[in-house]
């Protein structure tokens, strides 16, 4: 992307248009005044925009950190949210240090979906004071607050703030359709405030603001009370790195060669929050509207989101007065349209018609956004996603029997081996048709007493227990054939599982023969002396082919295959020395340990 200053500060006088009837609302929203919410988007929005990872981000009060902000204010005041925001920078920075900004990656797209919608649905519930004009009632629920309101504008009502609220909401997203490069909701805010002005219309406006910006200061922060803020600075900080880290990626897929820092983009969300509460400004974060809309407007540097805040300072300095008569309905419209736009419902429906589960997930998190603190939300969609991943994972793994085709009458061994290769070439995952060359266990009678399974898929703590019993509970048979190449994960727990299957094997008489173990899960196994157990059971193969040949040669067959390559056989250990004898000769045994049997591929 080709950087160009006109077009950065063309984009940055966008973004503060859009973002100034923002950044008053939210600044009220949180409870501190529309004051705070200007300074927030000064003060954090320039130090962001330095110091951050993206070259596009915005940051600035937002519609979610509101919803976090409203319990704190109330429990502790404006002092506490100050402190709070202090904290929460501190612990921005320390996950920056730690490098934890590539977490991000592992919150499921559901969750994510979820927690908008519950978020919209959480700022257009905090309007309802504010849009029907009466004061906001007490109560820290935003679904019981909103209905305390309802009930106290029936009892009296005035239609004046509705009709404003309405009005600004209404415009802002039928013109935002008609026209979306038109900043609508500064127009409709100044056509609600010229409205009240030269009407007799009476609604409750914004207040003074200062003309500038207040002197850094720390006569908020009260030591005694940092115990206790703690929480609330915890979930803080959790929801800024995840809004600014998902607004980040949301910016990387709207661009071509832009990529963000995610640890960067930590930091400089730590320094913003350490910033702003000096001046009285509210916690801060990166803002996905406006973000879209700065790269909408052409931006492609950091210049942009640094001169929308410098342009929100010079409101600030220079028409303050005006902005204090913007009525505090328009701004609730102002809320109320935004969180409409938030709510992509068809994302939604999308997401529930691909995969009920995910749907589930998208459901249970925007409940308990609605119902619980957004963090906690957060943390039991990322929860029931992971159990519904280990189980959808889980049901890949499994166990099959392969059928044995015995070899039909006295034809030639070595004939029939040719003919159709290895156990693995035919009996692999996929596949159908029997185990091994036609006839490679010799008669009738030998192939009764060779049993072949096949292992599939992970064998780990959330599935194994099930079909692994059921390999210790297999049909009467002189000897097992297990083939593990198919097995894509081994953790302790499966390996364990596996070892109790191949004891109750053994103690029952039965010879198991394992071929095809990976490289890669051969730790685990040999940790755990599960291979030991294997060698003490029968033996372990390279291929299946050798594991057949053993077998075969094992039970007496006159004329059983040979291996290709005498080193195959890998089986150390009583059973297994004897069944690697059988198959290669004296010389076999010592030829073909687990150490050095790599030849052919694993089946």
């Known amino acids: 992307m080709t950087r160009s200053p006109r077009r950065d500060l063309l984009a940055g006088l966008t973004v503060a248009i859009v973002a100034l009837p923002l950044a008053l609302g939210f600044g009220v929203a949180s409870g501190l005044g529309a004051e705070a919410g200007l300074v927030t988007a000064i003060v954090a929005g320039a130090l962001a925009a330095v110091f951050g990872g993206s070259n596009l981000q915005v940051s600035g009060p937002t519609g979610a ?9 109330a429990q502790h005041g404006p002092g506490g949210v100050l402190t709070v925001g202090l904290l929460a920078g501190l612990m921005l920075l320390a996950l920056a240090l730690l490098r934890a900004g590539r977490v991000m990656r592992y919150v499921p797209l559901p969750v994510v979906e979820g927690f908008t919608i519950g978020i919209a649905l959480v700022i257009a519930l905090q309007q309802v004071p504010g849009a029907l004009g009466v004061p906001v009632p007490e109560g820290d629920r935003v679904v019981a607050v909103a209905w305390r309101a309802v009930a106290d504008f029936a009892a009296s009502p005035d239609w004046t703030a509705p009709g404003i609220a309405l009005g600004v909401a209404v415009l802002m997203l039928a013109g935002g359709r008609l026209r979306p490069g038109v900043p609508f909701s500064v127009l409709a805010v100044a056509a609600a405030a010229l409205l009240v002005e030269l009407t007799p219309l009476d609604a409750a406006p914004i207040g003074d603001l200062p003309a500038g910006l207040p002197a850094p200061s720390l006569e908020f922060l009260e030591l005694s009370a940092l115990g206790s803020l703690l929480a609330p600075a915890v979930a803080v900080a959790a929801l800024a790195a995840l809004e600014s880290l998902l607004s980040a990626t949301v910016a990387d897929g709207m661009t071509t060669g832009q990529r963000h820092d995610p640890d960067r983009e930590l930091f400089g969300q730590g320094v913003a929050n350490l910033a702003a509460p000096l001046f009285g400004g509210v916690p801060a974060t990166a803002a996905i509207a406006r973000t879209a ?12 989101a640094l001169s929308h805040a410098v342009f929100l300072a010079v409101v600030v300095l220079a028409a303050a007065p005006l902005v204090s008569r913007i009525p505090l309905a328009a701004l609730a419209g102002v809320l109320l349209a935004t969180a409409v736009r938030m709510a992509e419902l068809h994302t939604a429906r999308l997401l529930a018609r691909a995969s009920k589960p995910d749907g589930a997930v998208l459901v249970l998190t925007c409940a308990a956004t609605l119902a619980l603190d957004l963090v906690q939300a957060v943390l039991i969609g990322i929860a029931v996603s992971g159990v519904l991943a280990l189980r959808a994972v889980a049901r890949q793994a ?16 070595a004939g029939a081996r040719s003919s159709a290769g290895s156990v693995g070439s035919v009996g692999s995952v996929g596949s159908v048709g029997s185990v091994g060359p036609v006839g490679s266990v010799g008669s009738v009678g030998f192939a009764e007493q060779i049993a072949v399974y096949r292992l ?19 049909p009467r048979a002189r000897v097992l054939i297990v083939r593990m190449s198919a097995v894509t994960v081994v953790d302790t727990t499966g390996a364990t599982v596996f070892a109790a299957a191949l004891r109750e094997l053994r103690e029952r008489g039965v010879t198991v023969l394992v071929s095809g173990v990976r490289e890669e899960q051969r730790p685990v196994l040999e940790a755990l002396g599960v291979l030991d157990e294997v060698r003490a059971a029968g033996g372990e193969f390279t291929t299946a082919e050798f594991a057949w040949a053993a077998a075969a040669k094992l039970l007496g067959d006159p004329a059983p295959p040979q291996p290709r390559d005498e080193q195959g056989a890998a089986a150390p250990g009583a059973a297994g020395a004897a069944v690697a004898e059988a198959v290669s000769g004296p010389d076999g045994a010592a030829a073909g340990r687990a150490e050095t049997a790599r030849g052919g591929e694993p089946r």
């Open 398 to 413: 499994g166990l099959e029997r392969v059928p044995v085709a015995p070899r039909d009458g006295n034809a030639p061994a």
């Open 293 to 304: 809309v700065n790269v909408r407007s052409g931006a492609s540097s950091r210049l942009a």
């Open 65 to 73: 950190m509101t919803v976090v902000l409203l319990p704190i204010v």
């Open 456 to 474: 599939r898929g992970p064998l780990f703590f959330a599935a194994g227990d099930g079909f692994l019993r059921e390999l210790a509970e297999v």
